[in-house]
């Protein structure tokens, strides 16, 4: 990205990302907002972009919290008018687009013989169709600033091996690395670099329906036993937080990691090697 890191943000601030516009999508809480959180704290003019109107506080609450430049919009990402809309006030706001992170995403878990059309739909819906019409808008302002950029995808370790009772999501997030890589191929000419990220086991609400519905299905749980377990198998002995997840992408943002296109990266305590 050519504009110099380090040095006046779009709130005349300094920081690593200072003078560089950044997306999250899924803002409002768990991952995606301690991403927004950590950006900000670097210095880059934030949007948070959420279904949950309750954006538009989380991201007044940063501002104020940051002192940075944050503004929250509810925005559906399925929705391309939305999705418009957010990357039209990002546009407006700070006149570049640098990176997106394609956070948002949503899970739910039933049997085969339960799982209704609608949440296998709105499932791709929401974690590969959002990633693809927000990655679509995001790439039409960073080619109009000749710029490059970065795109970052919220894949899963379901992108590496699906698990039992979550066809639809396996199969959501195995698509965001094809999304990534088809990407990652017709973008490198505008030196925007396209990856995706693999989280594990991160505590949050989507956790907590993963550790009841599973639960419910895979046996007679109490609250926070199944995680418990899962979480016992992890080679490095602990659940990922957003801050693992943020530390990734801070670093797949920057201006160090320009060469590294393409891939999918697992950040998940060694749960998965492949
Ligand atoms: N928590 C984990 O262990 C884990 C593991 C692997 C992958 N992930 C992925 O990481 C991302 C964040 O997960 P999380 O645990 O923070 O989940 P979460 O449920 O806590 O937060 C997801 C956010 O996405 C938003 N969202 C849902 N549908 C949306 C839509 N249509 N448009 C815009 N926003 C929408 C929600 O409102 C919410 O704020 C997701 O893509 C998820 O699939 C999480």
Same mark, same amino acid.
């Given at each position: 990205m050519n504009s110099p890191a *380090?040095?006046? *943000?779009? %709130? *005349?601030? %300094?920081g690593r990302f200072a003078g560089r516009s950044v997306v999250v999508t899924g803002a409002a809480r768990g991952i995606g907002l301690r991403i927004a959180e950590r950006f900000a704290a670097e210095g880059a003019g934030v949007l948070?972009?959420? %279904?949950d109107p309750g954006v538009v506080d989380a991201a007044r609450r940063l501002g104020a919290d940051s002192r940075a430049a944050v503004l929250g919009v509810r925005t559906d990402v399925t929705a391309p008018e939305d999705v418009d809309r957010a990357f039209a006030l990002a546009d407006e706001t700070w006149g570049r687009l640098d990176v997106l992170v394609n956070n948002a995403g949503v899970i739910t878990i039933s049997r085969l013989e339960d799982l209704a059309l609608d949440d296998w739909q709105r499932v791709l819906a929401v974690n590969t169709t959002g990633a693809f019409l927000c990655a679509q808008a995001a790439a039409t302002l960073m080619r109009r600033e000749g710029a490059g950029g970065r795109i970052l995808? %919220?894949?899963? /370790?379901q992108a590496r091996q /699906?698990?039992?009772?979550?066809?639809h999501y396996a199969a959501s997030k195995f698509g965001v690395v094809g999304l990534t890589q088809s990407l990652a191929k017709e973008l490198a000419a505008d030196r925007i670099t396209v990856n995706a990220y693999c989280p594990g086991i991160v505590g949050s609400d989507m956790w907590d329906y993963n550790d009841r519905e599973w639960g419910r299905l895979l046996g007679d749980y109490a609250p926070g036993e199944l995680m418990a377990e899962w979480v016992a198998g992890i080679p490095l002995g602990r659940a990922g937080t957003g801050d693992d997840i943020a530390n990734l992408l801070l670093f797949l943002a920057s201006d160090e990691a320009e060469y590294i296109t393409g891939q999918a990266i697992n950040v998940d305590g060694g749960m998965f090697m492949n």
């Open positions: *380090g040095t006046e *943000g779009p %709130a *005349g601030r %300094a948070m972009a959420d %279904a995808n %919220a894949a899963s /370790g /699906g698990f039992v009772y979550t066809p």
